[in-house]
């Protein structure tokens, strides 16, 4: 599989019978980093069912992970990478330790290098429209200059050139790309402008 863009799309609310077709315009479309919240209904069977028939061409994940037997769950699943709206050391040393990649959400300098210690594989700035591009690179001036930082909760295709001029490699994409009852020609439209934008920005 080629190096995946640094996109991740947020799946939240996502069900078992439209997971596959929505992944599919997902992948069609360039994000081969794909998140089902746990808290979607039925989740984990979404994620075996999206890992199942999409795992050789792109990685899927599981959002608002909050406890290692969550992580197991997960595992078992067929997922590959965790992301948690906290900095949960226990959750990140067993997301490693199991060899899943592990995406924390940090808002803090003192929760950022709590989540590092731990073994975070990239870290998640939420809410980003909080933080903002400023915060972000005031915070990445003390980070590891290779952690990768990802901005999720207020991203979009307009704003990602502030981030990547911030130090942040990726987004989470959440409503933008998908939300219940969303329109199938909608998700389409708005993962290519989401690729063309990422595309842009790392191209400069």
């Known amino acids: ?3 995946p863009r ?3 799309a947020i799946l939240r609310g996502i069900t078992p019978p439209e997971t596959v077709d929505v992944c599919k315009a997902l992948i069609d479309a360039g994000i081969t980093m794909i998140e089902v919240p746990l808290n979607s209904p039925d989740a984990l069977n979404s994620i075996s069912l999206a890992s ?4 050789d061409d792109a990685m899927i994940g599981a959002g608002t992970v909050l406890t290692k037997k969550q992580v197991w769950a997960v595992a078992d699943a067929g997922g590959t990478f965790i992301v948690s709206p906290d900095t949960n050391k226990s959750v990140i040393e067993e997301t490693v330790r199991i060899q899943l990649a592990s995406y924390p959400g940090v808002f803090t300098p003192s929760e950022a290098f709590r989540a590092i210690r731990a073994g975070a594989t990239g870290l998640k700035f939420f809410p980003a429209e909080v933080l903002g591009p400023k915060g972000i690179k005031a915070i990445k001036a003390v980070l590891p200059p290779d952690m990768p930082l990802y901005a999720v909760g207020g991203a979009n295709p307009d704003n990602f050139s502030e981030f990547f001029a911030a130090g942040c490699i990726g987004f989470g994409l959440g409503t933008y790309l998908y939300k219940p009852g969303v329109e199938m020609a909608q998700i389409v439209e708005h993962a290519g402008l ?3 934008a990422y595309d842009k920005g790392t191209a400069q």
């Open 52 to 55: 199942n028939t999409f795992g």
């Open 6 to 8: 640094h996109i991740i």
């Open 194 to 196: 989401a690729v063309a």
């Open 1 to 3: 599989m080629h190096t």
